[in-house]
């Protein structure tokens, strides 16, 4: 890397270097240019886009402007995404009420055993049973409570990677 210094004289000329016999100037520029509206930049929305976006894929086909119209757009609504402190989003005010079809006593396709789990598969669950508990998705219910609970399923991925789904499949019936 080179650097270059730059001496400016008190004539209308500057010199490069050691070289004092060498001077340039600036010519003067005749034809106007014209500058576009500078947008301020929005320190959190880059922050955004560093922090939230940097695993993010968008599409190469979007141009420059699609791109930052996305990136606001995702950022204005930054609150329904999950995030490290809200692993779960954040959408509030639409809460889902699910009414069943069905009354009490409940037909023996709803109350299942437990599918039988290898101590792998036990204790997976065990952890995302406790990582629920702890963002308040679920609740520990009472003995003395009439809940009917689902069985829960590990569903594992070819990479290893794990999640817990509830079987539902006899609420089709």
Do not use: C
């Not at 106007?32 to 922050?47: D, F, R, T």
């Not at 609504?77 to 995030?83: E, L, N, P, R, T």
């Not at 036990?122 to 003395?144: C, P, Q, S, W």
């Amino acid at each position: 890397m080179y650097g270059i210094d730059l001496h400016n004289n008190k004539d209308r000329y500057f010199t490069i270097g050691d070289n004092k016999r060498q001077k340039f100037a600036f010519l003067p520029f005749k034809r106007q240019i014209k500058v576009n509206k500078v947008s301020p930049v929005n320190l959190e929305l880059e922050k955004f886009k560093s922090e939230q976006l940097r695993e993010a894929e968008i599409s190469l086909h979007l141009t420059d402007k699609q791109e930052n119209e996305l990136s606001s757009l995702l950022y204005d609504h930054k609150g329904a995404f999950s995030s490290d402190k809200e692993p779960l989003g954040a959408i509030i005010g639409h809460e889902v009420e699910i009414i069943l079809n069905i009354e009490r006593p409940y037909p023996p396709l709803l109350r299942r055993p437990a599918y039988p789990a290898s101590p792998k598969s036990r204790e997976a669950l065990e952890t995302h049973i406790k990582e629920l508990l702890d963002l308040g998705v679920i609740r520990n219910a009472g003995y003395d409570e009439e809940v009917d609970i689902t069985t829960p399923v590990i569903v594992e991925w070819h990479n290893g990677k794990s999640r817990m789904v509830g079987d539902f499949r006899s609420l089709n019936i």
